[in-house]
């Protein structure tokens, strides 16, 4: 457990997921502009949509980051008071070529909570415990949003050296990175 600025950041438990915990998290996003790669360069374009999470699709993020947990993951969650405010995880089992990738399948902020520094710790958080895991690079489907890609770039995030097929088959648009821990 650790606190920092009001906010408590825990490992999370199966106990601890249940429909309760993202009751009152804000999962939206604006998206006006995205990177897309064309001949092998990543180029910036227009291209505005926005997201938001709804009780069907949180049901399935839950789901997920249970199944994670069970298969050996672990789940992280800022919290301010007792409301979730930020959460990510890192999966169980290492892949690649040289079984040194584990990957960061969630990282997001309520959107109200965002732009304090808590989704740059809970990714320093993701990072040790990967690396505790044995892990020696984490991989990240990411959004192609400017505002994500940013984040990642300003975390030391990079272009994958590998690439995960079933990881990129999920969602083709996304852009596939790592970091080095």
Avoid at 2 to 16: A, F, G, S, T
Avoid at 151 to 160: K, S, T
Wanted: glycine share 6%; with cysteine.
């Amino acid at each position: 457990m650790e606190k920092n600025n009001n906010i408590m950041y825990r490992e999370l438990h199966l106990d601890d997921l249940n429909a309760a915990l993202l009751k009152t998290f804000n999962r939206y996003q604006e998206t006006k502009r995205v990177w897309f790669k064309d001949n092998e360069q990543y180029k910036l374009k227009a291209d505005y949509f926005t997201e938001q999470w709804d009780d069907e699709k949180k049901e399935l993020v839950i789901h997920s980051l249970r199944h994670c947990v069970k298969t050996g993951g672990s789940v992280v969650g800022a919290f301010i008071r007792t409301n979730l405010v930020g959460f990510a995880n890192v999966e169980g089992e290492l892949f690649g070529s040289n079984k040194e990738y584990l990957e960061l399948p969630y990282i997001h902020v309520s959107n109200e909570c965002r732009n304090r520094g808590i989704g740059k710790k809970l990714f320093e958080l993701c990072c040790i415990k990967a690396k505790q895991m044995g892990a020696k690079k984490l991989y990240i489907a990411t959004h192609p949003s400017e505002e994500t890609q940013y984040f990642y770039q300003a975390a030391g995030c990079i272009v994958a050296v590998e690439i995960n097929q079933r990881i990129y088959d999920k969602e083709p648009l996304d852009i596939q990175l790592e970091r080095v821990l």
